[in-house]
């Protein structure tokens, strides 16, 4: 069900991006206005697991090192059929975790050391194969996808944005044009219209990481649990993070923040732990 709605919601993307583009900028307008964003998000595909452990001072760490974290990862890698993802841990005491790399070869695993310290063996588990089903559910390409096409969305605003303020564009007779006054608000409209889509395709991968890591660990009550607890935690210790890396968490770093909460990447939390014990575990 939830791979049908992303499918359904890049659909609606991509007919916004064909939409706004024949409407403000004709065939020209919207190739240029996706060319440049799928440049842009092509580099990000490639190197933003460095951008991002960068950003959070994550170090990789050896089986040596870290000995019982490395074998957690890769039996339940074993398990989930993935090759083992190499392991980061993040100073600082917010329980958190994510995934990122481009494919199954080149996965990263980070978790914070806080995460090491409130969770049980099993509730680290759940979120490690959570991370894991991310990955195997290619989910940082799907990611990608959509961010180049609600990126050249929103060139597509501001080329239109410009095009009002000097005077361009159609006119208010033309034939199929709405005027200045229609290119106005179809260019504030859609980018907000865009980002919200986008949202809802992350919070549909989330629901789908959940299942996929309940399963693969054999205890949906145990990732619950460290839910309950990540969440807890996130609101009595806040996370200095950067609201574009949001989306990657397991869960939103944002949370407490009143502004950054309306447009959360991230379903309810009571929403995802009910969910998750509703499932029956797996022996």
Partial sequence: MNSLKTAVLLGLLTGLLVLIGGYLGG?????????????????????????????????????????????????????????????????GDTPNAFATGRNEKHAVVAVTEGIMRILSREELEGVISHELTHIKNRDILIGSIAATIAGAITMLANMAQWAAIFGGGRGDDDEGGGGMIGMLFMAILAPFAAMLIQMAISRSREYMADEGGAKVSGKPWALAGALEKLQAASQAIPMNANPSTAHMFIVNPLTGRSFASLFSTHPPIEERIARLRSMKPRM
Wanted: glycine share 4%; net charge positive; proline share 8%.
């Fill in 27 to 91: 065939q020209n307008g919207m190739f240029i206005a996706f060319i440049f964003a799928m440049g842009m998000n092509f580099f990000s595909y490639w190197f933003s697991d460095k951008i991002v452990l960068r950003m959070y001072q994550a170090q990789e760490v050896t089986p040596q090192q870290a000995p019982e974290l490395h074998r957690m990862v890769q039996d339940l890698a074993m398990k989930a059929g993935l090759p083992m993802p190499r392991v980061y841990i993040i100073p």
